[in-house]
């Protein structure tokens, strides 16, 4: 009882630790897209004679882009998702990997551990904090508890640390791999979404040609324009998506060697300072 009421405050003091509703923020950048296409792109000084349904002023790029249809807002709403979704995990993993510099983290409680100062060991998870330090200190919790008990073998007790330590990071796993997935999904969606655009660009294209003879200058610049724009910003979303994806990935990855490093430690070492037991 004594160690649940201490572990409370641990939980606590984590600080942000991700967004659990994304369909809020994908709501929420779906309205930002919108705004943004009708009142930024879609602003009056980007086209001729001040008008929107005029072609976009020479050079002018917000129009252009403006002239992309419909297709552009739906781009936009998923570019603004992944940028959010981006500073959300950045956020989030800052906060899991606690106050201080992760390596050095590492290296001190491994010191510590095989040194067989368990005090400073804990003592650096409790100012380590975020999901780095809970997990050291199951395991460092666990070592203590196989120190006290009896009628096991020391490998049974050995397993028994090891286990703690793949439980406290499968439990902590979830706020280290919230909403990645999302961040996968928008990298297909965002180059889906730029073909569909595309496409209906070069329909448009196709259509003022099978118009008249030699077909409408004007309508054909205007169709092969939208395909164009569309791709480009759907190649641009899947682009940042991926990268954002493949990175915190990365720092995913890391954070967990980093904790089964220690956990391995904290487990040998036990195995090192104790003789067989019955």
């Given amino acids: 009882m004594a160690n649940s009421q201490k572990a409370?405050?641990?939980?606590k003091k984590q600080g942000f630790t991700g967004v659990r509703n994304a369909i809020w923020v994908i709501v929420i950048c779906g309205i930002a897209g919108v705004c943004f296409f009708q009142y930024v792109l879609g602003n009056p000084s980007n086209f001729q004679g001040g008008d929107n349904a005029n072609a976009p002023l020479p050079g002018n790029l917000l129009g252009t882009i403006y002239k992309g249809g419909i297709v552009v807002p739906v781009i936009i709403t998923l570019l603004f998702t992944v940028i959010a979704l981006s500073v959300e995990r950045a956020l989030a993993l800052s906060t899991a990997n606690g106050k201080g510099k992760l390596g050095k983290f590492v290296r001190e409680v491994k010191a510590a551990v095989t040194a067989g100062d368990m005090a400073k060991a804990?003592?650096?998870c409790d100012k380590q904090q975020g999901v780095v330090g809970n997990v050291v200190t199951a395991s460092l919790k666990a070592y203590a508890e196989m120190e006290n008990t009896?009628?096991?073998k020391k490998e049974q007790k050995v397993a028994k640390i090891?286990?703690?330590h793949e439980?406290?990071?499968q439990l902590e796993m979830p706020t280290l791999q919230m909403n990645m997935p999302i961040l996968a999904t928008l990298v297909t969606l965002g180059t889906l979404t730029a073909l569909f655009g595309t496409v209906v660009g070069m329909i448009k294209s196709f259509a003022a040609l099978a118009a008249g003879g030699g077909g409408d200058s004007l309508e054909l610049s205007t169709g092969i324009s939208e395909a164009l724009v569309n791709t480009a910003s759907g190649i641009l979303t899947s682009w940042v998506a991926v990268v954002s994806y493949n990175f915190y990935s990365?720092?995913?990855?890391?954070l967990t060697y980093a904790l089964d490093e220690v956990g391995y430690t904290i487990a040998k070492t036990y195995e090192?300072?104790?003789t067989e037991e019955a």
């Avoid at 409370?8 to 939980?11: D, G, I, L, Q």
């Avoid at 990365?250 to 890391?254: A, E, G, L, T």
């Fill in 122 to 124: 804990q003592q650096l």
């Fill in 162 to 164: 090891q286990q703690a």
């Fill in 272 to 274: 090192a300072n104790h």
């Fill in 167 to 169: 439980e406290a990071v």
């Fill in 8 to 11: 409370a405050p641990a939980k």
């Fill in 250 to 254: 990365n720092k995913i990855d890391k």
């Fill in 150 to 152: 009896a009628g096991l």
